[in-house]
């Protein structure tokens, strides 16, 4: 059985010109304690792994030189290569709702609905079984997410939980994919750190990697890595 950790980037309504990505990491139940094991080993006992904080120097990093922190980052994009995890993103392209004139007809609920839905058919073709890990939000938020997945199959179980490890990973990854192609869409100018992150992400999954062509209508981008 894999339990799927589930984390999102950006916001699902086409007021916000960034894009939106949903991640899930799947790990095999028997692999859960270890991959909690070595992303510890990556940081100081007391030290986050919150993506924002890092990259706006607060909380924890606050004081740290970019330097200090891009190495930080590097190490956790570089440990994909190695961990037992498969990674599936859905990133939803707003950029092609506002080209193709579809902007009045897709609302937030809509959007955000086919993008969990999206993500599901590609892990039902990995697993059977699962159980499904979210962070922890408020009631209303909770009972948003089990709406959303109250029509797929084969979960076993939805689990709310604090914010952990694994999850801040898994959001991670959705940060970098988001970033990178919305900064490439809005003025093709892609961040320096964003584009070393994306790079060395590529690099250690090498032929695990896999980004899939648009569909027709060029409404999708998933990256997959297994």
Do not use: C
């Not at 689990?159 to 991670?172: A, G, K, R, W």
């Amino acid at each position: 059985m894999y339990h799927i950790y589930l984390s999102t980037s950006g916001l699902p309504s086409l007021h916000d010109i960034n894009n939106f990505s949903l991640t899930a990491m799947l790990i095999k139940t028997e692999d859960v304690n270890t991959i909690f094991d070595e992303l510890l080993e990556l940081r100081e006992d007391d030290q986050s792994f919150l993506v924002s904080d890092i990259v706006r120097e607060r909380n924890y990093y606050e004081g740290y030189n970019i330097d200090d922190r891009m190495e930080f980052l590097v190490d956790h994009a570089k440990y994909l290569g190695s961990a037992k995890i498969i990674t599936i993103t859905v990133m939803v392209d707003k950029g092609v709702f506002h080209e193709e004139n579809y902007s009045h007809k897709f609302h937030r609920e809509w959007i955000e609905g086919w993008t969990y839905k999206l993500l599901f058919e590609r892990i039902n073709s990995i697993t059977q079984e699962y159980s499904i890990i979210v962070k922890r939000g408020s009631d209303a938020h909770n009972t948003y997410i089990k709406n959303l997945l109250e029509e797929i199959e084969n979960i076993l179980e939805l689990i709310f939980v604090p914010d952990n490890d694994i999850l801040q990973m898994t959001q991670f990854v959705a940060w970098i994919l988001r970033r990178y192609y919305s900064m490439k869409h809005e003025d093709g100018k892609i961040d320096e750190t964003v584009t070393e992150l994306f790079r060395i992400i590529v690099l250690v999954l090498g032929d695990k990697y896999r980004d899939v062509p648009k569909g027709e209508r060029r409404l999708e981008k998933h990256v997959q890595a297994s």
